[in-house]
């Protein structure tokens, strides 16, 4: 049997292909697939083309037709956040795979299937935006992610917009300036603090994606010595402890029971993160076992189409996977954000 799974991004769509073995039998990569772009480039139609292109490159790599798939499954950035584009996005894969045997979803359920091999527990996504998603019997509740304007708490663009606010403060005397003023000012290329303005405005445009991209000047400051850096980093692991503690109690994970818990997205490079977000999790006093991610979002997305067939990948299946698959064996596999 063979498994088609699918993790779209804002830049990046990947695309993965095992057989119920544990063998990968080909991989690609894709442009973005977030039908919300704010470079008018977006919609359903963009998701078509996308999938189109990854799905015959995948295919052509295998030597066979989409129609030889036996179960697809395709996490889409944004998926489920306009209720009325549901539909359609659920009906974009049907022509170019031949078949109905695929499921849509938000790329969340990639990110928890790949991390934790798609068995009970919780994943927190953390890159350009922020989520929980957890499944416990095969219910699955999500947590955060209401958009970067007023929600991401944790993400790489909150983490970008609270250092670009204490660059503004350092510049007026209301923060006593550090090792991030100067961050910035040389990454962006100011020659007076006020052009920030402009920068931000009208050279960046706002694009969630490039604010976000600030967040690595962050991590840079930090490893400085700026305590400002540092805090906002800090804040960050912080709630992204909430929202995994959020979702144990609406998953109705008992008090005894001892939770597992891994992270997806570029954020958890830093180290400054991931101890506040461990010491969080341990000051919260209900268990957690946390691990290291087992598989990347795209091989959680294929392992989930698997599950969803009723073929689940056997315990020695997914030890074949592992090294084929490009098993996450460090804390600092993920891209930054």
């Known amino acids: 049997m ?3 799974g699918v993790d779209g991004g804002g830049t990046k769509t990947a695309f993965c292909l095992i057989d119920n073995t544990g063998e990968v039998l080909a ?3 894709g442009d973005g697939a977030y039908y919300f772009a704010d470079n008018g480039t977006g919609g359903v139609e963009h998701v078509v083309r996308v999938l189109e292109k990854g799905i015959a490159a995948l295919c052509d790599q295998a030597h066979i037709v989409p129609a030889d798939i036996d179960h697809s499954f395709l996490g889409l950035p944004g998926y489920g956040e306009a209720p009325g584009d549901v539909a359609a996005l659920d009906a974009a894969p049907r022509g170019i795979l031949g078949n109905g045997r695929y499921a849509c979803d938000n790329d969340m359920i990639c990110g928890w299937a790949g991390s934790l091999g798609a068995v009970d527990g919780i994943n927190v996504i953390s890159g350009t ?4 998603y957890g499944e416990r019997d095969g219910t699955g509740v999500r947590v955060g992610g209401w958009s970067e304007l007023f929600s991401d708490e944790g993400s790489a663009y909150w983490i970008a917009a609270r250092a670009l606010n204490a660059f503004t403060r350092m510049s007026d005397g209301r923060l006593t300036e550090g090792p991030l003023a100067e961050v910035l000012r040389r990454h962006l290329g100011l020659t007076t603090d006020l052009e920030i303005i402009d920068v931000v405005l009208n050279r960046l445009k706002g694009h969630r994606t ?8 962050v991590s840079e400051a ?3 010595g700026d305590p400002q850096a540092t805090a906002i980093l800090t804040d960050a692991g ?3 402890a909430q929202l995994v503690d959020t979702a144990r109690r609406r998953l109705g994970f008992g008090p005894d029971a001892t939770v597992p818990v891994s992270y997806s997205g570029g954020v958890f490079e830093s180290t400054t993160v991931r101890r506040a977000f461990t010491e969080e999790l341990r000051r919260r006093g209900a268990a957690y076992d946390l691990r290291l991610p087992l598989f990347e979002p795209v091989v959680g997305a294929a392992l989930y189409a698997a599950k969803l067939a009723g073929a689940p990948l056997s ?7 592992r090294p084929g698959a490009g098993t996450v064996l460090t804390e600092n596999r993920h891209d930054r954000p």
């Open 238 to 240: 912080r709630e992204l």
């Open 315 to 321: 315990a020695p299946a997914l030890s074949t996977l």
């Open 210 to 217: 490039d604010i976000a991209a600030l967040s690595v000047r």
């Open 2 to 4: 063979m498994f088609l």
């Open 222 to 224: 930090a490893e400085l």
């Open 129 to 132: 935006g922020s989520m929980v």
């Open 27 to 29: 991989r690609t990569v």
